[in-house]
């Protein structure tokens, strides 16, 4: 997968901005759906094709395993919104290789297939969540991306670029305690906030980044910092 680095906040604002333009009058807001990443070289699959290469054949046992230890949350009819909710609580991407999405495939191959679910948690709705399935199991989103060139654009964002960023978003309110509702949303804010302060670029360890009083990595995957 290609990169474009961006330099600065705008340089990257910018960039955002004319990719997600729509030329239709239809639509108010960016057309672009949003995925990040902790670090450039880690792989865009699912939790559940990680936990085991044998992945497909585990979906619908976890699915029906699923509903039936979750069943008091009760989150709507339907089988996607069973996929939402699980998505939310097991943070298990990419769960639906249903018989229908593959069918509906045919002969043409795999298809990505975007959806908002529905309003279960603050979570989903301050992040104005957006959620993935493809129709195909065995295929994964950084796979189909790459036989797909003209529908995505990624940005690797340097860490004094990623500070900036996170400062203009600090001021916008975008922070842990909105993205995350709830202690563990207010527990990364709080550590993030305290952490010792970025060393200097130039220093020994700079593209490292700073590390908090515990130890950990702040820019570690599932981290806001």
């Known amino acids: 997968m290609s990169w474009d680095v961006a330099a600065s906040w ?3 604002d910018a960039a955002i901005a004319e990719t997600g333009g729509s030329t239709s009058d239809r639509h108010v807001h960016s057309t672009l759906v949003f995925r990040g990443l902790a670090r450039a ?5 699912s939790s559940l094709a990680r936990l085991s290469h044998e992945h497909p054949q585990l979906e619908r046992h976890l699915i029906r395993n699923f509903r039936k230890y979750a069943h008091r949350e009760a989150p709507g009819p339907t089988t996607w919104d069973w996929l939402s909710l699980a998505q939310l609580g097991e943070r298990a991407a990419d769960l639906a290789a249903l018989d229908a999405l593959t069918r509906a495939g045919g002969d043409g191959g795999p298809f990505a297939l975007f959806f908002e679910p529905p309003s279960l948690d603050e979570r989903i709705v301050n ?19 790459e036989a797909h060139p003209g529908l995505w654009r990624a940005w690797r964002i340097p860490p004094e670029v990623k500070a900036e960023a996170r400062e203009r978003l600090d001021q916008a309110n975008v922070t842990e305690r909105i993205l995350l509702p709830g202690l ?7 550590r993030r906030y305290y952490a010792p302060r970025r060393i200097p670029l130039g220093s020994a360890g700079a593209a490292a980044g700073a590390m908090s009083e515990d130890g950990r990595d702040p820019q570690a995957e599932g ?3």
């Open 184 to 190: 563990d949303g207010l527990a990364a804010w709080l």
């Open 127 to 145: 992040q104005a969540a957006v959620l993935s399935v493809i129709s195909d199991a065995r295929c994964q989103m950084d796979a189909w991306l």
């Open 41 to 45: 070289a880690y792989a865009n699959t």
């Open 10 to 12: 705008r340089e990257l």
């Open 223 to 225: 981290a806001m910092s």
